[in-house]
Nanobody, 124 residues
Framework: QVQLVESGGGLVQAGGSLRLSCAVS????????MGWFRQTPGKEREFVAL????????RYADSVKGRFTISRDNAKNTVYLQMNSMKPEDTAIYYC?????????????????WGQGTQVTVSS
């Protein structure tokens, strides 16, 4: 069984940085495209970033482009989300997810496995 565990969330001031980690167990992440999503109360889960199986190709939501960086360490079976120049509107629960698709999975429905989420709060 594939399990994803996020860590690294917390409270940060606007303009600051955080790095989220997603440790995967049960199967190598080489088999999956990996994504980060975020969600605030009353809203749908929102795409943030993804990396394809090889890690050579990444995609970002316009709202985070140039500020966030997704990366993967296949040897550690871990995916990261480096968040810089953070804004109060980045406040959300952040989720890591794994998709077996070979294409670009922008939709939450395309993902097969999810972590439990980690809270990120950006104060103004």
């Amino acid at each position: 069984q594939v399990q994803l565990v996020e860590s690294g969330g917390g409270l940060v001031q606007a303009g600051g940085s955080l790095r989220l980690s997603c440790a995967v167990s049960g199967r190598t992440i080489n088999s999956y495209a990996m994504g980060w999503f975020r969600q605030t109360p009353g809203k749908e889960r929102e795409f943030v970033a993804l990396t394809r199986r090889s890690g050579a190709s990444t995609r970002y939501a316009d709202s985070v482009k140039g500020r966030f960086t997704i990366s993967r360490d296949n040897a550690k079976n871990t995916v990261y989300l480096q968040m810089n120049s953070m804004k109060p509107e980045d406040t959300a629960i952040y989720y890591c997810a794994a998709a077996s698709t070979s294409w670009y999975p922008y939709s939450a429905a395309e993902y097969d496995y999810w972590g439990q989420g980690t809270q990120v709060t950006v104060s103004s």
